[in-house]
């Protein structure tokens, strides 16, 4: 994406990332009995749905973490 706001960029993530998050999550809501594992991970990805959806609200937060993780 190339972006020169903040402003930018959160029209942009709307436009392009929003379509796909919006699949993903209604993929894994229609999973029907998830078991072990995979129903931890449906269950903390559905926790976390919330915090995901404020880079579409706040277009300085980053996509990824990695410079943050690579600083530790």
Do not use: C, W
């Not at 029209?11 to 594992?37: S, W």
């Not at 129903?39 to 609200?57: G, P």
């Amino acid at each position: 994406m190339r972006y020169k706001t903040p402003v930018d960029k959160k029209a942009q993530r709307r436009k392009l990332v929003k379509p796909l998050l919006d699949a993903y999550y209604r993929f894994i809501e229609g999973i029907a009995y998830p078991m072990h594992k995979l129903k931890d991970a449906v269950k903390n990805a559905l926790k976390l749905k919330d915090r995901v959806y404020q880079i579409f609200e706040i277009g300085e937060l980053p996509l990824s973490n990695n410079s943050v993780e690579q600083s530790i």
